[in-house]
């Protein structure tokens, strides 16, 4: 088995960019579907006076199209996986895998949904007996808190492949976990730092392209003397770039685990 912390991350992203430039045609409708619809379904179902004053909205019915753009969200992120992963795979192929992934991907979803109640219920448990005994929460449930958040952190890192796995092959829930953790086995500080670069490579960008982009929105809305146009027009370009990002963070991923899986048996 060759040493899989020596991961050249640098050919990897070159690799990416050269399969964004070969098949940018077939990604972008695949991101806009998978990632950028359910960002804009989501903000568009956040209540309209919350969106106006920048608040965070109260629970409500609203929150039931979580389920429909969590489910699109995960048929993108198998079928990009799918087409970094199959060279002359089309569209409608990438989509036909993803359905046909999608009940392990729900598996996956109810796993993790098992392991945070799994984690919450001593949480829980502790603060409710320290609220008893001192009315306020205690060194216990924090150390716990933090506990949690390591595991999820340790989690997200180490299923990084996870979606790549799942859309190679056609596999349990339970087996595509395991086939991640065997493959991201020894390179978990390497792996950690591209996850923290990520995320703030991703915000920064957002934010730059925001600036502009709101301002262009705001000018359109007082054209046409509507707040709402604001609003939508706001969103769909919020839409946008999430699926750009997220669809050459999923390429990239993909062509990681290509990396990954051929540590794993020696090339």
Known sequence: MSNRSNLALGAIWDETIAFLRAEWSLLLPVALLG??????????????????????????????????????????????????????????????????????????????????????????????????????????????????????IWLFVRLMPIWAVLSDHAQSPWNAVRHAFALTRGCYPKLLLLRVVMVFASLLIMLVLLIPIGAITQLLGRMLGSTSVTIVLSFVATGAMVAVVGGIWTVFVARLYRRLSGASIGI
């Open 35 to 152: 990632f950028g619809l359910p960002t804009v379904i989501l903000l568009l179902a956040v209540p309209i006076d919350a969106a106006e004053a920048g608040t965070i909205p109260k629970l409500g019915p609203w929150m039931g199209w979580f389920v429909p753009c969590g489910i699109l969200s995960m048929l993108g992120s198998l079928a990009v996986s799918a087409l970094a992963l199959r060279p002359g795979v089309s569209v409608r192929e990438s989509i036909e895998v993803a359905i046909r992934r999608l009940p392990s991907a729900l598996g996956l979803l109810l796993l993790y949904a098992g392991l945070q109640f799994a984690m919450a219920l001593p949480v829980g448990v502790a603060a409710a007996l320290e609220m008893r005994a001192g009315g306020a929460l205690g060194p216990i449930s924090m150390v716990l808190n933090l506990a949690c958040i390591a595991i999820t």
